[in-house]
């Protein structure tokens, strides 16, 4: 996946954010969370099954976006989560174009 700047990462909250049909807050710790979810941002994992009982659980608070009634998109709560990922991988790509 390619790195995106800082500008691209508040253009595509924000639009996730507005044209969302219904937004709601999934806080940390959930266990009604039905499935592993990650960030459409950054692929941060937000979710994590429980290998005991089978059942999933919030590992970080985010939002959950309802599109339309068949597509449903999850973001990290903190934008500075996402800004973090893609500057690692901003830095990590102009490492790897510098080497010989």
């Known amino acids: 996946m390619q790195a995106l700047t800082r500008a691209e990462v508040v253009q595509r909250r924000k639009y996730f954010l507005t044209r ?29 099954v429980i290998l005991t009982t089978g059942g999933t659980q ?27 990922v893609h500057e690692l991988r901003r830095r990590e790509e102009e490492n790897a174009s510098q080497q010989p």
């Open 58 to 84: 919030s590992i970080r608070e985010h939002y959950h976006c309802k599109m339309s009634d068949m597509l449903t998109v999850n973001i990290c709560k903190d934008s500075k989560i996402c800004q973090k």
């Open 20 to 48: 969302a049909q219904k937004t709601a807050v999934v806080s940390k710790g959930s266990k009604r969370v039905g499935g592993t979810r990650i960030c459409a941002i950054c692929q941060t994992p937000l979710s994590r």
